[in-house]
């Protein structure tokens, strides 16, 4: 009776083993399918250029942006739009600890819950980058699957003291990274939580690495922003100059 309840026990044991295992090998196959931890240990800063469209009030907003990241938490975009006969520039940034913005010739701090919404974003940014989730900082839990087009993806939950759970979708058969979920705090509600979900649509290759060449947000159900990239630039410093407030 005992050697038969050391083999349940046993058996169990390794049972939970394997499965808290699983997560980690998911994340370690996307590592390896976005290029491997080498190259992607490179790519520590990166910059690239996006056509974009805006869904708001029923209308598409077209706009053009060009986006500065630098791991962990540096980043900074600055974004033309044109209305009208008006063009309207606005650049928003942080260096990690303080998040600015700028229209025109008018420059500012960002508001708190602003500011926080930032970080949040550039966090979800961070994480998809996947090498960082080797740090034993993240806790990495399986979740059920979701569909997505013909395909179940298989799910992995991140989650890090101090910062909101962010959910890593990826394809069971490129493992490349495919989708994002998580809670953020709407701007033009109030920062009312809603969730959002971003997608990669497609990728390119940079020096050897998988980036996106399409990616699609949705905010609380509904479509938010479409973006194609292009003009991707790869380096593995960081130049911290370039996120400070002039």
Not at 188 to 193: D, P
Not at 205 to 231: C, H, M, N
Request: with cysteine.
């Amino acid at each position: 009776m005992r050697t038969t309840m050391a083999l349940i026990a046993g058996l169990a044991l390794t049972t939970a083993v394997k499965a808290a295992d699983e997560p980690k090998a998911v994340i370690e196959k996307a590592i390896t399918a976005a290029g491997g931890a080498d190259r992607l240990a490179k790519a520590r800063q990166q910059f690239w250029k996006s056509k974009s469209k805006m869904m708001s009030g029923g209308q598409e907003i077209p706009f053009t942006v060009d986006y500065l990241f630098g791991q962990p938490d540096n980043f900074r975009f600055d974004m033309e739009m044109v209305q009208g006969k008006h063009t309207i520039k606005i650049t928003a940034a942080t260096d990690g600890k303080a998040c600015w913005e700028q229209m025109g010739d008018a420059r500012r701090d960002m508001a708190k819950e602003k500011a926080a919404e930032f970080h949040h974003n550039l966090y979800v940014l961070y994480v998809s980058q996947l090498l960082p989730l080797r740090d034993k900082a993240f806790t990495l839990t399986a979740v059920d699957g979701v569909k997505h087009g013909d395909k179940t993806l298989v799910g992995v939950k991140v989650s890090h003291a101090g910062k909101r759970d962010v959910t890593l979708f990826f394809d069971p058969k490129t493992h490349l990274f495919t989708k994002s979920t998580t809670i953020v705090g709407e701007e033009s509600q109030g920062y009312k939580e809603v969730p959002q979900e971003v997608v990669v649509e497609s990728y390119t290759d940079i020096d050897g690495v998988k980036v996106p060449a399409k990616l699609s947000i949705q905010r609380g159900g509904k479509p938010f922003i479409v973006e194609e990239y292009s003009g991707w630039v790869v380096s593995d410093k960081v130049d911290a100059k370039k996120f400070a407030k002039p």
